[in-house]
């Protein structure tokens, strides 16, 4: 924003704002409220400019020193471990390390050591980086540096961590606010200052604070020298939004508001410099109060995965309990009515290991090393892999270039990477539609002023509308003036200007004059040009005047009154003036208003209203608001066009357009002086009930109000919407609508973007009914709540029925408003609720609460027990993005809150399909596949140790070399599974957009069930037996050298392992659909690994490498058999799964199969509802839960 001196009309007056935020800084009266001050709650005392006083010392107020990382350099590592160990699979392995010391260990105690270091060394690395990272970027906050005032009377540079409560500070342009200041004076007279908070809120628009009057005139550092002053303000508190204190200030007491308080991190924007005295400092300020983490969420398969953990520890004690068990039995058998049976293990001699006259205790310690030596079959690094893994993939999201938006320069971006997978397994989308549905962007398209409706054009939920009611090849009509226009032509006709798409020729251009109700548009059009909060802005290129507003809905209002001759183009303290059109002498003139009070727009108010004095002395009450706030404030005697206008206003809302109702009043003196001395006092006030207090007077002025007209805006669709809902729903998922706008209204959007259509019946719920107004008006509220809970009851069991006789191939969408909500979530209707609304296709909720979206979204994520999906851009959206399994925000119109409290953010609703469609799915079938992979090797591996040691009795003695065991899960196979995880792809992205039935199988979690996974442990223990048994009965009785030479148990274990090795890998290669360089490296380059491995260890001293040494170059490489028994025992290994899968693809495919066939040209002409058809026998008992899904896919 530019200099505000610089205006239209060349003013030099400086432009005060105290009057115009008079919510919060006009001079009032002290009463008994004030001793709260000093009470629990507000009990701070800030002495200015005097940070060193005795009696501030001894309350111990925090340092400005701020820290954002998670670990200090003292409890990292103690932290860090604990972190790691919270962990059911890690502390198993550090149990195991520590028991590997005693002689109960298989293995050296240093190879379980050297991969459980590197795995948990490896994570906490990656901690340390990311903390790091933080603790730059507070080294950077804490050291930048602002004046301060000291002791020699001047300002100096001082670091921002060595800042106190107390000092004095001087801030110049497009610098940060070092802590919580109040605002003492500006460069300005009258001590306003712009402040730019995008790091709080995002939100772009600059906000106006001001100095108080009595401080607003120390514009200059001298003046500080004998400047002291006392704050006594409320506790340090996470409210951005309210500030509640007083300052005595040369023996006066004045109160305090949020109005002078500029926030941490918060900039200074268009003025010199600010005068600030410190408040809040460091992890007081209000914005690091508010700096919590948000809810942790895991996502389903991860706590799956923990399951599947428990289960393989059960597996690994039953193992071991078995093994122990028959190794008990043997044990106690060695010596047999005094004859030693295995004479040669001299048993009569041995431990207590070994014992047969202890064979009970043998078999405990023998269970203990059978936990230890089975351990492989839990995967040690299968955390980090997939952290690693999510982490990449939370890459490849932002960095999408097609989910790229150019006008706002925004990329996608994955703020967590936990739930990757969540994505691809959304059954419910949850979603706003202001600002998420559509734009945000308002344009000004249709008015009902005195009972006569204005504005030509059709919108676009009207040609929606008129394309479902009449044949396509009828004109379409204007719903209220039967003119055929769209509203895109009306921009057509002249210059577009943004806010403005109207057009009537009755009153534009001066027309209105000639009106029957001249008078009436005159002080309609007044009222939107006087009734705002927004700043003129001069365009020093074009010499025209732009606004800066709150909302689009505001700039819209005063854009028109501009374009139809009300133009607003000056602000001063307590004026604000126009260049009207002044009927009566047929030019326009120059008036000036005097700006009494501005009573500001709330979400609980709904209405917004100025009290303004005009040139005639006429005191005026201008107001706007909600149709369901503004109605029930009328003047009885002032009704004259009240029932053309509700009229009116259903005509639009049914257009899609969102409404006000624009009223005003006529005060007197005296009515206007006793009312501002009790609304003074209430804001006053510094109690609890303050807002309470100052709604009631507020309340008592806007009263008896005399109706002008309505306004329309069209808030239009994004692109793409309704592609996308359609591509969405094909998909399987389910989408709702929670908005505040009215039934009429969210319906008809509903049709525009194809969430409704015209085969799907409606199922209604409303209060709307004569009978439940008339006990409200009668005031038995005991009485009017339980009508309206029976009804609502009645009208759940209605719908019910609806459903049951409706068919298979009909479909549903329920439409339910926020009161009737209110009663379905109670505790006794929510499950019945649910069960209708989940049979439906659609679902809108209209006139909802923020409470109550956060409220369905609970309802739906544990009613179903399925992936729900929040998508929202408001603050308002915040507790329904938080509450779903997965929050998407849109960085909007509406400000960043919803997307710095989301889990992914984008730019448009449209790029929701390909986040969800192609990211989705990818990222499940590629967890999904990841941690079935990781379970296969390690039970293949680790079954092949079970079969060894029954050949060998139970003796607890390893297959293998200590560190082949220690680097399987390590180096040998951990890489390719890595690269599975980031780039396999089923079918490319084209594909997944085109045949959105695919994502279907996460919806249904296809690939991560419980058959599936047991599947792939199946063919672990298959691959184990098969390894094993080949391996062992072809060397049995074979020469493997040269010189005649048997296998040794040295070879058996390199040959085994080779086995191991290359059946992994080649199996990962069989389970790849999708091969990059990078695939082709990690899988061939793990194999050729471990042969180089073996060399370089077994090239070691013998003390060393022990079983190692020398085996491969001496023993195995110069043998063929060695290289014939690895290729035949490999192949034989492969071909179970590759019968399956042969079997599977030809008589029982899944959709990627035939997806995959058809992109080949294997059957080329099958639709996208013949493969979900065709795969229905594979998902037919989750789908006949929804006739909504199955009757979609056939109408492919």
């Known amino acids: 924003m530019r200099d505000l001196r610089k205006m239209a009309g060349g003013s030099g007056k400086g432009i005060r704002f105290s009057r115009l935020y008079s919510f919060s800084c006009l001079k009032s009266k002290f009463r008994d409220e004030h001793s709260q001050i000093g009470g629990k709650g507000y009990s701070r005392v800030v002495y200015c400019n005097d940070p060193d006083n005795p009696e501030q010392l001894q309350l111990r107020y925090r340092s400005n020193y701020v820290s954002t990382t998670k670990y200090t350099a003292f409890n990292f590592f103690p932290k860090s471990l604990f972190e790691q160990f919270r962990r059911v699979a890690n502390i198993y392995f550090l149990a195991v390390a520590c028991v590997s010391f005693s002689p109960l260990a298989p293995y050296s105690a240093t190879s379980i050591l050297a991969p459980l270091v590197v795995v948990i060394g490896v994570t906490m690395a990656k901690e340390a980086l990311e903390d790091w990272r933080r603790m730059k970027q507070d080294i950077e906050a804490n050291n930048r540096k602002v004046k301060v005032y000291d002791r020699s009377n001047t300002f100096q540079d001082t670091r ?19 802590a919580d200041l109040l605002l003492i004076s500006s460069s300005y007279e009258d001590g306003i200052c712009y402040v730019e908070t995008t790091n709080l809120d995002g939100e772009t628009n600059l906000k106006v604070k001001h100095a108080l009057d009595v401080t607003s005139s120390l514009r200059d550092d001298d003046y500080y020298k004998k400047f002291k002053a006392i704050i006594k303000c409320e506790d340090p508190n996470e409210d951005l939004y309210s500030f509640i204190g007083t300052m005595w200030y040369d023996g006066l007491q004045h109160p305090l508001s949020l109005q002078q308080i500029l926030v941490r991190d918060s900039k200074l924007r268009n003025t010199e410099y600010v005068y600030g005295a410190v408040v809040f400092t460091g992890h007081d300020t209000k914005v690091m109060q508010n700096a919590i983490d948000p809810p942790s969420k895991r996502s ?39 004859k030693v049976q295995r004479w040669y293990l001299q048993p009569e001699h ?72 969540e994505l691809g397994q959304v059954d419910t989308i949850l979603s706003d539609k202001t600002g998420t549905l559509t734009c945000n962007s308002m344009d000004f398209v249709k008015c009902s002023i005195a009972g006569t409706a204005y504005g030509l054009g059709v919108t676009e939920v009207e040609r929606a509308l008129a394309k479902r009611k009449v044949d396509a090849k009828h004109n379409i009509t204007n719903s209220s003036s039967n003119i055929q226009m769209s509203t895109d032509d009306v921009t057509d006709l002249g210059k577009s200007i943004k806010g403005f798409n109207f057009k009537d020729d009755r009153i534009m251009n001066g027309g209105w004059v000639n009106e029957p109700h001249a008078d009436v548009i005159q002080k309609f059009f007044r009222v939107l040009a006087l009734c705002h909060t927004a700043i003129p802005e001069v365009n020093q290129e074009t010499g025209e005047i732009d606004y800066e507003a709150e909302s689009p809905d505001e700039a819209a209002f005063v854009i028109a009154a501009r374009e139809l001759g009300f133009e607003f183009f000056e602000r001063t303290q307590s004026s604000i003036s126009l260049h009207e059109l002044d009927y009566g002498k047929g030019r326009k003139t120059d008036r000036s208003y005097e700006l009494l009070h501005v009573l500001e727009f709330s979400s609980a108010r709904k ?27 009328l003047s009885r005697k002032a009704k004259d066009f009240e029932a053309k206008t509700r009229e009116h206003i259903k005509r639009y809302a049914e257009a899609g357009l969102r409404t006000l109702v624009v009223a005003y009043r006529e005060l007197s003196e005296d009515e206007f002086r006793s009312w501002e001395e009790e609304f003074l006092d209430a804001k006053a006030s510094v109690n609890a009930d303050r807002g309470a207090l100052v709604d009631a007077a507020t309340d008592k002025i806007e009263r008896d ?17 309704p592609q996308c809902i359609e591509k969405l729903a094909n998909a399987g998922i389910k989408i709702w609508v929670i908005t505040g706008d009215k039934m009429e209204t969210a319906i008809n959007i509903g049709y525009a973007c194809g969430l409704l259509r015209e085969d799907m019946k409606q199922i209604v719920i409303t209060l709307d009914s004569p009978e439940i107004s008339d006990l409200e008006k009668q005031g038995d509220e005991n009485e009017a709540t339980k009508a309206s809970s029976e009804s609502i009851t009645e009208q759940i069991r209605k719908g019910k029925s609806q459903l049951c006789s409706g068919g298979s191939s009909t479909t549903f969408g329920l439409i339910i408003d926020g009161k009737s909500l209110s009663f379905a979530l109670s505790s006794n209707l929510e499950g019945a609720f649910l069960d209708l609304a989940v ?12 409470k109550q979206k956060a409220l369905v979204t609970r309802l739906v994520k544990k009613g179903t027990g399925k992936t729900t999906l929040a998508i929202g851009d408001g603050a308002n959206d915040v507790g329904m993005l938080q509450e779903a399994d997965i929050g998407v925000g849109i960085s909007g119109v509406e400000g960043m809150q919803a997307a710095m409290s989301s889990d992914f953010t984008v730019a448009q609703f449209c790029f929701l399909e390909r986040l969800l469609l192609v990211h989705g799915h990818w990222c499940y079938r590629r967890i999904s596949m990841m941690i079935c992979y990781f379970f296969y090797k390690n039970i293949a591996f680790g079954f092949t140790l079970f079969w060894f040691e029954a050949r060998a009795s139970f003796s607890g003695q390893p297959a293998y070399n200590d560190w082949y065991m220690s680097f399987y899960n390590v180096f040998f196979t951990s890489l390719p599974v890595i690269a599975l995880g980031v780039f396999d792809q089923d079918v490319s992205a084209r594909l997944c957009l085109k045949h959105p039935q695919l994502y279907e199988e996460g919806v249904h979690d296809i690939l991560f069930s419980w058959p599936r996974i047991l599947g792939w442990m199946l063919n672990g223990i298959i691959s184990s037996m098969i390894i094993f048994f080949f391996t062992t009965n072809s060397i049995l009785h074979q020469a493997f050298r040269r010189d005649g030479s048997v296998v040794d148990f040295e070879v058996l274990g390199v040959l085994m392992y080779t086995c191991v090795v290359w059946t992994v890998n080649c199996q990962m290669a069989l389970s790849i659909n999708y091969f990059t360089w990078i695939q082709h490296f990690f899988i061939w380059g793990s194999i050729a690994f471990w042969y180089i491995f ?69 059957s080329g002409n099958e639709s996208p509802g013949d493969l979900s058809i065709q795969h229905s026998g594979k998902m037919g008992s989750v789908k006949d839960k929804s006739r909504y899904r199955d009757s979609l896919l056939v109408k492919q």
């Open 839 to 850: 049979h439906c296709a659609s679902v809108i909720c209209c006139r909802s609460t923020p």
């Open 1094 to 1162: 073996l060399v370089i260890y077994g090239s070691l001293s013998p003390v060393v490498s022990t079983t190692a040494f020398r085996v491969l170059v001496e023993a195995c490489a110069p043998s063929p058999f060695y290289w014939l028994a690895t290729l035949l025992v490999v192949v034989s290994t492969l071909l179970p799964y590759i019968l399956y899968r042969t079997l599977q693809v030809e008589f029982n495919p899944m959709i990627h199969d035939r997806i995959q066939r058809s992109g080949m040209g294997g």
């Open 300 to 338: 389903k398969i991860e706590r799956k995965m923990d399951k599947i953990v428990y289960i393989l520890f059960s597996l690994l004690v039953s193992v071991s309990f078995m093994g122990s068990f028959f190794f008990g039995i043997t044990t106690k058998n060695d010596i047999h009515d005094g």
């Open 705 to 721: 109000l005399i109706l002008l007209g309505a306004t329309a805006v069209e808030d239009k669709l994004q692109n793409g919407v």
């Open 350 to 421: 041995t431990t207590v290991f070994y014992d047969p006259k202890r064979a009970a205790l043998a078999a405990f310690f023998h269970f203990l090393t059978g936990l230890m030596l089975y351990g492989y079959l839990i995967p040690i690094s299968l955390y980090v892999s997939i952290e690693m893994v999510k982490v990449l993939q939370g890459i490849f999201i932002n960095q999408d270039q097609d989910m790229y938006y150019e006008e706002t320069d925004n990329l996608a971006h994955a703020r967590t990477s936990n739930l990757n997978e």
């Open 607 to 633: 209405r917004m209203s100025v009290i303004v004095k005009n040139a005639e002395n006429q005191l005026l009450l201008l107001s706007k608001g909600a149709d369901s706030a503004m109605f029930e404030r």
């Open 160 to 178: 921002w961590k060595n800042l106190r409560v107390g000092n004095l500070v001087k801030v110049y342009k497009d610098e940060y606010f070092p």
